[in-house]
């Protein structure tokens, strides 16, 4: 990124900022096969728990890699969760959930050439049923990585706000 002018650098922020918001729609829509397109064969999706910590143990705030977490899912792991959606026997989206994410504070952090490293802050909020209302708020991390059909995402981590999750399940994606 070093080397791009301000219109290269202004028109690479805004074709990532179209694809999270391209992404949000087809998972808002339940467009779920479209979305798993969006991701690489060797992708980690991964999403940590997270704990209340004081000030001088806030490096231990978040469960590491290979151990407890909400999410460590391959690709084939997602799809795999998506082809339940779609069976009618996954109880938690059937009636299924009304979405709507909000993508913000999107941050090109590194760019090698092949690959990006990409920051943003994001809202799911779901309603389901007839009263049953949820609202997460957190950041991701991905890498996105450059391909002839435009970016894939090899890599994401997802680290939410909260520290109880008071949802009574966690059957949607973020």
């Known amino acids: 990124m ?6 290269e650098r202004m028109q690479l922020q805004f074709r990532v900022e179209q ?8 998972l808002d829509e339940w467009r779920y096969d479209d979305w798993v397109e969006l991701f690489t064969d060797d992708t980690r999706y ?4 997270r704990r209340t910590r004081t000030t001088s143990e806030m490096s231990q705030e978040f469960s590491e890699l290979g151990s407890v977490a909400y999410f460590d899912d391959t690709r084939e792991i997602l799809l795999a969760r998506v082809r339940k959606l779609r069976t009618g026997l996954a109880w938690a989206e059937d009636p299924p959930s009304r979405t709507r994410r909000f993508i913000a504070n999107v941050l090109i952090l ?6 990006l490293t990409v920051t943003s802050n994001f809202q799911v909020y779901r309603t389901r049923l007839d ?3 949820d609202s997460w708020i957190g950041r ?8 002839g059909d435009g970016f894939r995402i090899a890599s994401r981590k997802i680290y ?15």
């Open 2 to 7: 070093k080397d791009m002018n301000i219109i």
């Open 110 to 115: 590194d760019d090698d050439g092949s690959e």
């Open 46 to 49: 991964w999403m940590p728990v």
């Open 131 to 133: 009263s049953e209302e």
């Open 19 to 26: 694809f999270y918001f391209a992404e949000a729609a087809t």
């Open 160 to 174: 939410l706000e909260q520290t109880v999750l008071l949802a009574r399940n966690l059957s949607n994606f973020f």
């Open 140 to 147: 991701r991390e991905d890498v996105l990585r450059r391909t």
